[in-house]
């Protein structure tokens, strides 16, 4: 009897969770989506901004126009969106403590053989009575990336750097470098509840 009991209560364990971990699949799906729609876009604008004008109107881009594209896709999805790292070039991208401790930990596995690209975090924690989904994508440092952030900057980005960010951190970066992350929380509704189906 206390053997039915045991396994009736596991199962309503594991039936209670399901929804959850179910969710958090699908959530891990849409962000990963989001993550895809801002690097493309970002890459297209600096891309063009280059051809353009040279590397030094890619700062531009990475100042003005991809903020523009967090706020569209976060007002559009009604989450936050944005990106972090541990160096940093613009202060308003500072990592809160839970991204700071992410960005370590994919500085770790990269140490120890992972691919930036492949890095990525996710978690559903509750706070204050809503239901937290957060999601860290590692951004990998790719060519079109060291034309600003990488070692011999050319004296127009060196000039436009010190001009728009005295106190940058953000260069000496090598190919395949973790630069930071994309970050992403959305607010969810509890799937064991009428209110989350």
Not at 140 to 152: A, D, E, K, V
Request: net charge positive; proline share 6%.
């Amino acid at each position: 009897m206390r053997r039915f009991v045991l396994l009736a209560i596991l199962g309503f364990f594991c039936f209670a969770a399901a929804p959850a971990a179910a969710q958090k699949v699908q959530l891990e799906d849409r962000a990963r989506e989001a993550t895809r729609e801002f690097m493309q876009s970002l890459k297209g604008h600096l891309s063009q901004a280059i051809k353009g004008g040279g590397p030094s109107q890619a700062i531009n881009v990475c100042s003005e126009i991809a903020p523009k594209i967090a706020s569209r896709i976060s007002r559009e999805q009604g989450w936050q969106v944005g990106r972090t790292s541990l160096r940093l070039r613009n202060p308003i991208n500072m990592p809160q403590l839970w991204e700071r401790a992410v960005l370590m930990e994919f500085g770790e596995r990269h140490r120890n053989g992972v691919d930036a690209k492949e890095l990525e975090h996710s978690d559903l924690i509750q706070i204050g009575g809503q239901r937290i989904f957060r999601y860290m994508k590692a951004i990998p440092t790719q060519g079109l990336c060291l034309q600003c952030h990488g070692t011999n900057l050319p004296p127009a980005v060196k000039e436009e750097l010190n001009r728009l960010y005295p106190h940058d951190q953000a260069t000496g970066f090598s190919r395949g470098d973790i630069r930071g992350a994309f970050t992403i929380r959305i607010p969810v509704d509890d799937p064991n509840t009428d209110e989350g189906t």
